[in-house]
């Protein structure tokens, strides 16, 4: 029987949320404010409709981070059904991780878990059973 050693329903994370609109209206603002050519205004205005559509993709794949999340082993995690190795050691900020893994069928999963997609306790559990085992840390080939 393989148990789950740790495992947590995610939920958007708002913190991610608002960071990514923050940098968002700052770059936008800084375009806008450019001074631009006679003809660079249209260009301005295609840059500014880009920006926002890319906001609007990156806002939608953040509000998909939900699900379960769950910690097999030190480097076996399982994402919404599917297992992912770990293809880089676990990188820890204060309030955020990044997970970097390949799932069996080659596909390949970059996500960034912050301390708000989870219940606190949670997230206490989650960095006590990462930062408990040296080979958590430790590269995969």
Do not use: Y
């Amino acid at each position: 029987m393989n148990v789950a050693q740790w495992q947590c329903k995610l939920h958007p994370s708002r913190r991610a949320r608002h960071i990514q609109w923050a940098l968002l209206s700052g770059a936008m603002i800084f375009v806008a404010l450019m001074p631009a050519a006679e003809n660079g205004v249209l260009f301005k205005m295609a840059l500014l409709a880009l920006m926002l559509w890319e906001g609007w993709r990156n806002d939608r794949r953040l509000r998909q981070r939900e699900g379960w999340l769950q910690r097999e082993s030190a480097h076996c995690w399982c994402w919404q059904g599917i297992r992912w190795q770990l293809q880089q050691p676990l990188r820890w900020l204060p309030n955020a991780v990044l997970l970097v893994g390949k799932s069996e069928q080659g596909k390949k999963l970059r996500m960034w878990l912050m301390q708000d997609n989870m219940q606190p306790a949670e997230w206490r559990a989650l960095r006590a059973c990462c930062l408990s085992e040296p080979a958590a840390t430790a590269p995969l080939k």
